[in-house]
């Protein structure tokens, strides 16, 4: 009882700024409610649910995001590990090398976005330029279809890959120095001390990150808005900014909250997921 | 107690504030002919003793920024600007003051303004919302030195078996674009990014190409022999003609193409006319002339109309004091002190000005650019369409989809919006 | 089964800070050897030079006979057990304990069966599913030990492994581990804190202080002979009673007290008649009895307090007129207010001397 009273702040508080939004975007989700007339007069039930999954461009937006999603948390996962076990080992400069990367971090992502449309500009870049030093062709980095993804999952990837770093390191300088030291004596090889001990060892962070990184990426939009908005065709067209489109440019927010309810569930369905195949694990 | 002092503090400067300090705040998008206003706040201070609180944003922020204040009984702005973008979106919301009992009291001049100007930021089915502030017509960037070098008028002649001179037309322009793309030059270069870069600069060819968006009873008119060829030559102007990459170009990135010299020609909004001639952004300061997009035949233009509006929302805190700004601010004299700076005009006795010819030549070809443009679409949805037209072509482009098929698309959506908006039947 | 050999070993560590300095120390093969130190003084550093978990910064390490130095942990074939056990938390005892012979790609029967072995040798049979967080300290000890035991190595190294058990577990781990040691025959170096450990388990006791050997000998010989006051204040529990003195040709004097030299003892110190010295008197030479020793002298000790453990009975008590304090073991029966003067028989044959400036031990007859 005496607990209840001291947390019902926080509590509160939880409930005003996390709660109450969603909702609100869920009561939204079953009403005809748009911008132009904003109001609860029409209540149309899972009209804008079945809309939403009937619309191909919606489920083409979810399908890209998914793919876009697996491709920049494996990568940057992949990556952030073999740069955060380097960083581990490092002594000296430790805390330049953590600046050096937190840059990226720290950067708002439509700065991010501008500074490498600058950079991708395909005449005009130092991106081609360097490459024409070597000898490439000027790469068609956005315009083009094949291409664009793969550049902006480049791009999220030197944007975010601090993030995996940063929490895989803490998580790392965290394990027993101990077993490693065991594991010696008993003849481990660095490789089969990694897989057999480092790698069990960092599961339940190793789970953490991968899921964080997972949400947050499927609400990628600030690079989308900046750098392609989901162009050329429909190559770069992430759910997220299709969502902000039928909120701000269709003015349709019944519509859009129905979107998002739908990927709230997805990415629910996947943390929950997740979360057990992680436990299986350990 | 406290609570109610507070409040009564309040009531008490709320009151009393028009009393001694009226101040107009406004929403204005950071572009040069917001810079030209400010300037000359000053002399509506002293002309009126109203204060302006001008806040400038970018054009990306404007729309989330004023809706929440337009929705509201009462928001924060005095007066606002409106692209023609908006305005039916406003105006079917019912956000927008009716200005026409204003204009009447105060004998308020309408007639100078340009027709096509009071169609696009002003009258709404009869019913004046908006004064017209700038236009953003579209024209055609073309360098002027090529085009005068001997050596390629002659090889041009022999090429095409007529003068190469400033195109008459648009079937001249485009063979233009073919005959200059040699020697580590791009014929044109094209603003191929999603959704308004493309839908916009798409526009002229349509126009240029004798097609309209849609008949009298808005029902779309896109998937025409007119429609079909622009969308064939923007995706071969893009894919052949264009450097690497514009299909992915913003209009900033575009220009800077145009301004490193590294292109013939680039169909734009016409504020560029005066950057191309600002040395530090510019490589090719003078051999950059303006011209209204060619049409099917000499005379007739293919240039997209665009512009902004004033207007006082209903929600406007103090819409008399707006009122006084707004007649202040497109007041003859002020209209011609933002042109002289180098704005761009919407009344026809400011481009007809002599001071204003004088010191911009171009003047004539702008007036001239507005004169035949035409218009986009301007009905609830019009961001929508946009949102549409920018997908839809960007496939097309990118060689996803055949121009019919797109165009089709285009067409089938948008009579849906059209119906949705009691537009079309 | 090797040998053991460190020749002039030295550690010192990039800032300059030197943790072990010219060790050289034969370790026989099958032998029970305890290095011995307060924290800091290197044995822990020299044990893991042994296991290859340190680098050697000079000197020479032989493991049977071969140069070691440069070879890596896992070809020494030694087995370490930690201080902390330093498990394998996500893995099961079974796992824990074949861990180092799967590496070796041992054939699964050998290994299954090793472990089954060691598991029941240890009594951790039932424990093979858990995991270390399932365990109690001494389960975990016992699984530590098994994976080291396990791998049949050339000979273990010890690091302070009873240290994180309570006193009772502690006890029997100690006979537990003298037993095993007996049955395998297989060299041990164990590193600890503890005298008690070392006094009871070592066949040999090696005593560092800041980075060097102090002294290398059999338990009893280094308590009979401590080589200087350390190790006297070192060993046993309460340690000798150290205490400031002047030593003349055929007497001691402890301020008020005089202890008359034996004659046995007159010519071995007759060269250092004269100076001070520090005076060793261990708690146990101390008799109620006169007739206790056969070389005998009277001391009166004032109580300050005793400590009633059971066995015995601690007297903490001072000298007449001074206030150096002394530990004297009396029986489980003696009692003794505080002010209350009491007179021992000090068995003088046991006299310890030192020199005040070096702390070494004076020389002395091995044998009285």
Same mark, same amino acid.
């Given at each position: 009882?005496?607990?209840?009273?001291?947390?019902?702040?926080?509590?509160?508080?939880?409930?005003?700024?996390?709660?109450?939004?969603?909702?609100? *975007?869920?009561?939204?989700?079953?009403?005809?409610?748009?911008?132009?007339?904003?109001?609860?007069?029409?209540?149309?039930?899972?009209?804008?649910?079945?809309?939403?999954?009937?619309?191909?461009?919606?489920?083409?937006?979810?399908?890209?995001?998914?793919?876009?999603?697996?491709?920049?948390?494996?990568?940057?996962?992949?990556?952030?590990?073999?740069?955060?076990?380097?960083?581990?080992?490092?002594?000296?400069?430790?805390?330049?090398?953590?600046?050096?990367?937190?840059?990226?971090?720290?950067?708002?992502?439509?700065?991010?976005?501008?500074?490498?449309?600058?950079?991708?500009?395909?005449?005009?870049?130092?991106?081609?330029?360097?490459?024409?030093?070597?000898?490439?062709?000027?790469?068609?980095?956005?315009?083009? $279809?094949?291409?664009?993804?793969?550049?902006?999952?480049?791009?999220?990837?030197?944007?975010?890959?601090?993030?995996?770093?940063?929490?895989?390191? *803490?998580?790392?300088?965290?394990?027993?120095?101990?077993?490693?030291?065991?594991?010696?004596?008993?003849? +481990?090889?660095?490789?089969?001390?990694?897989?057999?001990?480092?790698?069990?060892?960092?599961?339940?962070?190793? +789970?953490?990150?991968?899921?964080?990184?997972?949400?947050?990426?499927?609400?990628?939009?600030?690079?989308?808005?900046?750098?392609?908005?989901?162009?050329?065709?429909? +190559? $770069?067209?992430?759910?997220?900014?299709?969502?902000?489109? $039928?909120?701000?440019?269709?003015?349709?927010?019944?519509?859009?909250?129905?979107?998002?309810?739908?990927?709230?569930?997805?990415?629910?369905?996947?943390?929950?997921?997740?979360?057990?195949?992680?436990?299986?694990?350990? | 107690?406290?609570?109610?002092?507070?409040?009564?503090?309040?009531?008490?400067?709320?009151?009393?504030?028009?009393?001694?300090?009226?101040?107009?705040?406004?929403?204005?998008? #950071?572009?040069?002919?917001?810079?030209?206003?400010?300037?000359?706040?000053?002399?509506?201070?002293?002309?009126?003793?109203?204060?302006?609180?001008?806040?400038?944003? =970018?054009?990306?922020?404007?729309?989330?920024?004023?809706?929440?204040?337009?929705?509201?009984?009462?928001?924060?702005?005095?007066?606002?600007?409106? !692209?023609?973008?908006?305005? #039916?979106?406003?105006?079917?919301?019912?956000?927008?003051?009716?200005?026409?009992?204003?204009?009447?009291?105060?004998?308020?001049?309408?007639?100078?303004?340009?027709?096509? &100007?009071?169609?696009?930021?002003?009258?709404? @089915?009869?019913?004046?919302?908006?004064?017209?502030?700038?236009?953003?017509?579209?024209?055609?960037?073309?360098?002027?030195?090529?085009?005068? !070098?001997?050596?390629?008028?002659?090889?041009?002649?022999?090429?095409?078996?007529?003068?190469? @001179?400033?195109?008459?037309?648009?079937?001249?322009?485009?063979?233009?674009?073919?005959?200059?793309?040699?020697?580590?030059?791009?014929?044109?270069? =094209?603003?191929?990014?999603?959704?308004?870069?493309?839908? &916009?600069?798409?526009?002229?060819?349509?126009?240029?190409?004798?097609?309209?968006?849609?008949?009298?009873?808005?029902?779309?008119?896109?998937?025409?022999?007119?429609?079909?060829?622009?969308?064939?030559?923007? /995706?071969?102007?893009?894919?052949?003609?264009?450097?690497?990459?514009?299909?992915?170009?913003?209009?900033?990135?575009?220009?800077?193409? &145009?301004?490193?010299?590294?292109?013939?020609?680039?169909?734009?909004?016409?504020?560029?006319?005066?950057?191309?001639?600002?040395?530090?952004?510019?490589?090719?300061?003078?051999?950059?002339?303006?011209?209204?997009?060619?049409?099917?035949?000499?005379?007739?233009?293919?240039?997209? =109309?665009?512009?902004?509006?004033?207007?006082?929302?209903?929600?406007?805190?103090?819409?008399?004091?707006?009122?006084?700004?707004?007649?202040?601010?497109?007041?003859?004299?002020?209209?011609?002190?933002?042109?002289?700076?180098?704005?761009?005009?919407?009344?026809?006795?400011?481009?007809? @000005?002599?001071?204003?010819?004088?010191?911009?030549?171009? /003047?004539?070809?702008?007036?001239?650019?507005?004169?035949?443009?035409? =218009?986009?679409?301007?009905?609830?949805?019009?961001?929508?369409?946009?949102?549409?037209?920018?997908?839809?072509?960007?496939? /097309?482009?990118?060689?996803?989809?055949?121009?019919?098929?797109?165009?089709?698309?285009?067409?089938?959506? &948008?009579?849906?919006?059209?119906?949705? !908006?009691?537009?079309?039947? | 089964?090797?040998?053991?050999?460190?020749?002039?070993?030295?550690?010192?560590?990039?800032?300059?800070?030197?943790?072990?300095?010219?060790?050289?120390?034969?370790?026989?093969?099958?032998?029970?050897?305890?290095?011995?130190?307060?924290?800091?003084? %290197?044995?822990?550093?020299?044990?893991?030079?042994?296991? %290859?978990?340190?680098?050697?910064?000079?000197?020479?390490?032989?493991?049977?006979?071969?140069?070691?130095?440069?070879?890596?942990?896992?070809?020494?074939?030694?087995?370490?057990?930690?201080?902390?056990?330093?498990?394998?938390?996500?893995?099961?005892?079974?796992?824990?304990?074949?861990?180092?012979?799967?590496?070796?790609?041992?054939?699964?029967?050998?290994?299954?069966?090793?472990?089954?072995?060691?598991?029941?040798?240890?009594?951790?049979?039932?424990?093979?599913?858990?995991?270390?967080?399932?365990?109690?300290?001494?389960?975990?000890?016992?699984?530590?030990?098994?994976?080291?035991?396990?791998?049949?190595?050339?000979?273990?190294?010890?690091?302070?492994?009873?240290?994180?058990?309570?006193?009772?577990?502690?006890?029997?781990?100690?006979?537990?581990?003298?037993?095993?040691?007996?049955?395998?025959?297989?060299?041990?170096?164990?590193?600890?804190?503890?005298?008690?450990?070392?006094?009871?388990?070592?066949?040999?006791?090696?005593?560092?202080?800041?980075?060097?050997?102090?002294?290398?000998?059999?338990?009893?010989?280094?308590?009979?002979?401590?080589?200087?006051?350390?190790?006297?204040?070192?060993?046993?529990?309460?340690?000798?009673?150290?205490?400031?003195?002047?030593?003349?040709?055929?007497?001691?004097?402890?301020?008020?007290?005089?202890?008359?030299?034996?004659?046995?003892?007159?010519?071995?110190?007759?060269?250092?008649?004269?100076?001070?010295?520090?005076?060793?008197?261990?708690?146990?030479?101390?008799?109620?009895?006169?007739?206790?020793?056969?070389?005998?002298?009277?001391?009166?000790?004032?109580?300050?307090?005793?400590?009633?453990?059971?066995?015995?009975?601690?007297?903490?008590?001072?000298?007449?007129?001074?206030?150096?304090?002394?530990?004297?073991?009396?029986?489980?029966?003696?009692?003794?207010?505080?002010?209350?003067?009491?007179?021992?028989?000090?068995?003088?044959?046991?006299?310890?001397?030192?020199?005040?400036?070096?702390?070494?031990?004076?020389?002395?007859?091995?044998?009285?």
């Amino acid at each position: 009882m005496f607990g209840w009273l001291i947390s019902s702040p926080s509590l509160g508080l939880l409930f005003l700024v996390i709660l109450f939004p969603v909702f609100w *975007a869920l009561f939204t989700s079953v009403h005809d409610y748009t911008l132009i007339a904003p109001n609860f007069d029409t209540f149309n039930g899972l009209d804008n649910y079945m809309k939403a999954a009937g619309d191909p461009e919606f489920r083409h937006t979810l399908r890209l995001t998914a793919f876009f999603v697996a491709a920049v948390v494996i990568l940057e996962f992949a990556l952030g590990f073999l740069i955060a076990l380097m960083l581990h080992t490092v002594e000296r400069f430790k805390s330049v090398y953590y600046a050096i990367l937190l840059c990226p971090l720290l950067m708002n992502p439509v700065i991010v976005g501008l500074i490498w449309r600058m950079f991708l500009h395909p005449s005009l870049g130092i991106v081609n330029y360097l490459l024409s030093l070597v000898g490439i062709e000027p790469v068609n980095w956005l315009g083009s $279809t094949k291409v664009a993804l793969w550049t902006l999952v480049m791009v999220d990837i030197w944007h975010q890959v601090s993030f995996m770093i940063v929490l895989l390191l *803490a998580g790392l300088s965290a394990l027993p120095r101990e077993p490693y030291e065991a594991a010696r004596v008993d003849g +481990a090889s660095i490789f089969r001390s990694f897989w057999h001990i480092t790698l069990p060892l960092m599961w339940p962070v190793i +789970a953490v990150t991968l899921l964080i990184r997972l949400i947050f990426a499927v609400k990628t939009y600030d690079l989308i808005y900046i750098m392609t908005r989901g162009g050329p065709g429909v +190559a $770069t067209d992430l759910v997220s900014y299709f969502i902000y489109r $039928t909120a701000f440019v269709s003015l349709n927010i019944g519509e859009a909250s129905a979107m998002s309810a739908i990927l709230l569930a997805v990415i629910l369905g996947l943390t929950a997921w997740l979360h057990r195949y992680m436990r299986s694990l350990t | 107690m406290l609570k109610k002092w507070m409040l009564a503090a309040t009531l008490v400067t709320g009151l009393s504030g028009p009393a001694f300090a009226e101040t107009v705040n406004l929403l204005m998008e #950071g572009v040069p002919d917001t810079e030209y206003v400010k300037t000359l706040l000053p002399e509506f201070k002293q002309a009126t003793g109203i204060d302006v609180n001008l806040e400038v944003v =970018n054009y990306a922020e404007m729309h989330t920024k004023l809706v929440p204040q337009l929705v509201a009984p009462t928001g924060s702005y005095s007066a606002i600007v409106v !692209d023609f973008y908006w305005v #039916g979106e406003f105006t079917k919301a019912g956000w927008l003051q009716p200005l026409d009992e204003r204009i009447k009291a105060d004998n308020f001049d309408t007639s100078v303004y340009v027709p096509k &100007m009071i169609d696009l930021v002003g009258r709404v @089915d009869g019913t004046t919302y908006m004064l017209p502030f700038y236009n953003y017509a579209m024209g055609l960037l073309y360098r002027k030195d090529l085009l005068a !070098d001997e050596k390629n008028k002659a090889d041009f002649k022999a090429k095409y078996g007529f003068d190469l @001179d400033v195109p008459k037309t648009w079937d001249e322009y485009l063979k233009q674009v073919e005959f200059f793309t040699k020697d580590g030059i791009n014929g044109v270069v =094209n603003q191929g990014l999603r959704p308004d870069p493309i839908a &916009m600069e798409w526009s002229n060819y349509l126009f240029a190409n004798g097609g309209e968006y849609h008949d009298d009873n808005w029902k779309p008119t896109l998937n025409t022999e007119a429609g079909v060829k622009a969308v064939e030559q923007y /995706a071969t102007n893009v894919n052949k003609f264009g450097p690497v990459g514009s299909a992915s170009f913003s209009f900033d990135e575009a220009f800077n193409v &145009m301004a490193q010299g590294k292109a013939y020609s680039y169909i734009t909004y016409n504020f560029f006319r005066a950057g191309i001639d600002d040395a530090s952004k510019s490589a090719v300061v003078g051999k950059v002339e303006i011209m209204p997009v060619p049409g099917t035949e000499a005379g007739k233009g293919g240039s997209l =109309n665009g512009a902004w509006g004033w207007a006082i929302p209903k929600s406007s805190p103090n819409p008399d004091a707006a009122w006084t700004f707004l007649k202040w601010v497109e007041s003859p004299e002020i209209a011609k002190k933002r042109a002289l700076q180098g704005g761009s005009p919407t009344r026809s006795d400011v481009f007809d @000005d002599p001071d204003v010819n004088a010191k911009y030549p171009y /003047a004539k070809a702008l007036k001239e650019m507005l004169l035949t443009s035409h =218009n986009f679409p301007v009905f609830t949805y019009t961001p929508q369409l946009v949102e549409v037209l920018g997908r839809e072509l960007s496939l /097309a482009v990118a060689g996803e989809k055949k121009a019919p098929d797109a165009l089709a698309a285009i067409e089938a959506e &948008m009579s849906e919006l059209a119906k949705k !908006d009691g537009k079309l039947k | 089964m090797a040998s053991i050999s460190l020749s002039n070993i030295h550690k010192l560590y990039p800032n300059g800070y030197a943790a072990v300095r010219d060790v050289s120390l034969d370790i026989r093969d099958g032998e029970f050897m305890i290095l011995l130190g307060p924290s800091g003084c %290197g044995k822990s550093t020299t044990l893991r030079m042994i296991a %290859g978990l340190e680098t050697i910064s000079a000197g020479d390490l032989h493991i049977g006979g071969a140069r070691v130095n440069d070879v890596d942990p896992a070809d020494r074939d030694v087995a370490i057990v930690f201080q902390n056990y330093a498990l394998y938390p996500h893995m099961t005892v079974a796992d824990n304990l074949s861990f180092g012979l799967r590496l070796r790609n041992v054939e699964r029967r050998i290994i299954e069966g090793r472990v089954a072995t060691i598991a029941g040798m240890l009594g951790i049979g039932d424990l093979l599913a858990r995991k270390p967080a399932q365990l109690s300290g001494g389960q975990r000890q016992r699984v530590a030990l098994g994976r080291a035991l396990v791998r049949e190595p050339k000979a273990f190294l010890l690091d302070e492994p009873l240290s994180n058990l309570d006193a009772k577990l502690r006890a029997s781990m100690r006979t537990e581990l003298i037993k095993l040691h007996r049955t395998l025959g297989t060299t041990i170096v164990h590193v600890t804190h503890d005298q008690v450990e070392a006094m009871t388990m070592g066949e040999r006791i090696c005593i560092m202080k800041d980075g060097v050997i102090v002294q290398v000998g059999a338990p009893m010989e280094v308590y009979r002979n401590p080589v200087n006051t350390f190790v006297a204040g070192f060993l046993a529990s309460p340690p000798m009673n150290l205490l400031h003195g002047m030593l003349d040709s055929d007497r001691i004097s402890i301020g008020d007290v005089v202890l008359p030299l034996p004659q046995s003892l007159r010519r071995a110190f007759a060269s250092h008649a004269g100076r001070k010295v520090i005076v060793g008197l261990r708690p146990e030479d101390f008799h109620l009895k006169a007739d206790a020793a056969p070389v005998a002298a009277p001391i009166e000790v004032v109580s300050v307090t005793t400590e009633v453990l059971g066995p015995e009975v601690i007297l903490v008590g001072t000298l007449k007129n001074s206030s150096a304090e002394l530990h004297i073991r009396c029986p489980r029966d003696f009692r003794s207010e505080p002010g209350a003067m009491t007179v021992f028989n000090y068995d003088l044959s046991q006299l310890q001397l030192f020199d005040i400036e070096t702390t070494t031990a004076l020389m002395r007859p091995v044998k009285i």
